[in-house]
């Protein structure tokens, strides 16, 4: 596992290991193009649409820098995706691996995403999550995002 320069190394516990036992360095670091098919893999396990190397391209180039994995040595175990609209900075797709999970990966992509999305000016940050995703909603009010009234409107261009 390389370590790039300005990457988040943190240790967490092993996987079915309590806190306190072995731990193993993780790595929160800037996705590189040849993590796609790690990322599609954690998106699929958890149910989450796969953003194509495409659509990954399109909106790195709007906002490099935020699209953010954990990496231990077995390899990607977490990824999560940042957007700023100039007003609002977004959080989109947190994932961690099922066997990798309650070690505080996601705590620490999050912190690190909302770091660099108060680093370029984002007073705010909103995101969506089902409304029957108990695990979800548990984590994010656990990090202080809390529940508005607001119905999302979309429509396809
Ligand atoms: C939600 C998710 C990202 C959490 O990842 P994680 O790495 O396990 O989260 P953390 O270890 O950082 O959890 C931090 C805290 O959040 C809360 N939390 C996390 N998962 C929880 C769960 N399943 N049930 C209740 N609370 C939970 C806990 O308070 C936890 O602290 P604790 O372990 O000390 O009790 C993960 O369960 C996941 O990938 N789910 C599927 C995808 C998803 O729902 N993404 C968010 C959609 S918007």
Not at 92 to 117: C, I, K, N, Q
Request: charge should be positive; aromatic fraction near 6%; include cysteine.
């Amino acid at each position: 596992m390389t370590v790039p320069t300005h990457a988040r190394v943190l240790t967490v516990p092993l996987p079915d290991h309590p806190i306190g036992r072995p731990s193993v360095v993780c790595v929160i670091r800037e996705f590189d193009r040849s993590d796609h098919a790690a990322v599609a893999a954690i998106w699929r396990a958890t149910g989450q649409g796969v953003l194509d190397e495409d659509e990954l391209r399109t909106t790195l180039a709007h906002g490099p820098g935020l699209l953010l994995v954990a990496e231990q040595p077995a390899g990607v175990v977490g990824v999560v995706l940042g957007t700023f609209d100039g007003r609002r900075g977004w959080i989109h797709r947190l994932a961690v691996d099922p066997a990798h999970r309650r070690s505080g990966l996601a705590t620490a992509l999050v912190a690190e995403v909302e770091r660099r999305l108060a680093d370029r000016g984002a007073p705010r940050i909103n995101l969506l999550v089902l409304p029957d995703n108990a695990a979800g909603l548990a984590f994010w009010q656990r990090r202080g995002y809390l529940p508005y009234p607001d119905v999302l409107c979309s429509k396809a261009l």
